[in-house]
């Protein structure tokens, strides 16, 4: 069979090539291109750890959106004033011994896997999985707007350049100076409505992530216009926002998704710090932070599955995000082969 | 290289002015202003309230405001007399010059809305122990993190190997405050072996950083130092735990990268033992990107600190941020963002001009 020359830079697939039709000598062979998406997910399943990543984060979506649901109670009633104690009880256990101090556990069981709460008596882990909606929402929401932002800021400067550029990049300088998490907590502190704040929470998070990728976008704007297919393009005759659209944004996305999971890990750590000092989500919302804070004081009298089960949420949500960005790092690079 | 430094310290003025834009525009557009603290307060008239706010020079128009507290205006005077000091040269130039020792350009960062303390006074008073701290926590870190980098990198892909890269990225998705609450727990309240907050002990000694103690440290010192170094182990743990996470990949890395080079195949050619060549030819050069990433780290280490502050109940910077953004202590939060994004500016520069000096193939 006669090997047309096909576009080297075309990947053959070799699965796609086609029966023969008709029987007869058919020269053309099926060059089936990959669209850039095929070729990053067939590298980015080979990676290990962020297919495993993958999974916890899209099972901690799922136990986020649908997990409530089903619980046998919610975080606003109390569950099971039988064993209302002083202190929660630990970790699969039911009861506590009547008369015991310091406490003996009586029983084990499966309801409470986590424990449950001092005081009230709530069970852990509704509340870390009600937790997960908040934060996941803030981490991930917040972090579109800053790239979003970012991406606008970067393109401008890095493809208009010149008095406006620098004017951007000064601003950006500045912003990274400051020490974000002071200026974070003193906006959601002054600013913030006291009441139902998630979404400024998550807008402030937004405003002050963007400086990162917005130097980023723009360092990959200032090398990609000077490429021929953006000059070609030029010459034909191509509008400004279609070359910034069309022809070198998809160029610049891979570095630009990597940076987004760098801000998706830090955010959701950010937002579970502010909150964790009270300046943060509203105390009535469930979030890995306020959990975290709610727990202090019971921290003193040992209760250490309240503050430790929220905080291994977050350790693994992080770690997940890290390690799909790390996946994608290398699927996109097209030195490594899949 | 005079050149090049010049260049960049001429590139941190606008910077530094930006900055100072930025705070004052964040805190002049808060909502309620400095008179925030009195929101909930009964007993403040509106004719009180008017009077706070024309004694602390809030009832000025916004350029003026700013220049008296920038220090370019004079605040005894008004209009365009404004702008020269009471010595008759402009108002900016050195106490020395203009005889003006108002506003941040002449060190003066205002009074604190809250105790009514000089800011500069009580911004200084809570820096002793961040930098106790992080002076502690800086030195652990970076011989931790290049001992980590190092030997991950000669026995690479070994168990050590392995270990250190999980560990690195369980540091890197740890909150900090979540960890210094499981060793609070773990030492502070089940082993009870160390105390789980403040920085002396306050039943044997006066509060830290006052005359009192002083004295107290004056007559025993030994004791001081020793109750001063347990209150110190926990919050150093946590920061070196979760930081030296990514400084050691990065000296693992450019360690890797370093010992590839032909340089270090010829020391091993040449028969020299391997500590030799690991240590005097090899680490020397992987540590030149490093030393910039320090630079950049070494600001966020004292802004970082705020977590572990915060925490462990440590009297410094990050604890007196807290109080300040709770009691809306605008001048005090003003002082400490200056102060703070100053040194990160001044840090950048040095890190960038360190790292031009120490590497004599970069030109300029």
Known sequence: ??????????????????????????????????????LVWRKFRRHRLAMVGLGLLITMFAAAIVGPIFLPFTVDDIPDAATKAYEGLPPFCTNYLATSLPHTCASYGLTHPFGTTGGLQWDVFTLVLNGARTSLLIGFSSMAIGVVLGTIVGAIAGYIGGFLDNVLMRIVDVMLSLPLLFVILVVSRFFKDQRDNVWQIILIFGVFSWMGVSRLVRSLFLSIREREFVEAARAVGVRDRRII?????????????????????????????????????????????????NSLTYLLVGNWWWPAFPGLAIIVTVLAVNFVGDGLRDAFDPRTRA | MTKYVIRRLLQAI???????????????????????????NPRMTPAAKEKFLKAWGLREPIPVQYGRWMGLLNPDEDGIAAFLGPSGWPNFLPTGISGADNGILHGDFGYSIDSGEPVGSR??????????????????????????????????????????????????????????????????????WLPVSGMTETRLSPPFGSDAYWTYFGTTPLTALQDIGKHLILPVVTLVVVNIAGDSRFVRAS?????????????????????????????RNALLPVVTNIGLEIPFLFTGAIVTESIFSWPGIGKLTIDGIRNFDYTI???????????VVMANLLADIAYAFVDPRIKY
């Open chain 2, 123 to 192: 911004i200084a008073r809570a820096a002793l122990p961040t930098v106790i701290l992080a002076g502690f926590a800086l030195f652990f870190w970076l011989l931790i993190a290049i001992l980590m980098g190092v030997f991950a990198a000669i026995k690479r892909y070994s168990f050590f190997d392995q270990a250190a890269t999980v560990f690195a990225y369980v540091g890197f998705a740890m909150p900090t405050f979540w960890l210094g609450l499981m060793l609070i727990f773990l030492f502070g309240v089940n082993l009870k």
């Open chain 2, 14 to 40: 606008p910077v530094v002015i930006g900055i100072t834009i930025v705070t004052y525009a964040l805190m002049l557009a808060a909502p309620g202003g400095p008179a925030q603290k009195f929101a909930n």
């Open chain 2, 333 to 343: 939060l003003m002082g400490v963002l200056m102060i703070t994004s100053t040194i």
């Open chain 2, 255 to 283: 360690m890797l990268e370093t010992l590839g080079q032909d340089y270090v195949r010829t020391a091993k050619a040449k028969g020299l033992p391997n500590r030799v060549v690991y240590f005097r030819h090899a680490l």
């Open chain 1, 1 to 38: 069979m006669a090997q047309v020359p096909g576009p080297a830079a075309l990947p053959v697939n070799p699965g796609a090539s086609g029966p023969d039709e008709g029987g007869a000598t058919d020269y053309e062979v099926n060059l089936k291109s990959l669209t850039q998406f095929e």
């Open chain 1, 245 to 293: 659209f069309r022809h070198i944004l998809p160029n610049a996305l891979s570095p630009i998704v990597v940076a987004a999971s760098l801000i998706v890990a830090g955010n959701i750590i950010g937002e579970a710090f502010i909150s964790f000092l009270g300046f943060g989500v509203n105390p009535y919302t469930p979030t890995w932070g306020n959990i975290l804070s």
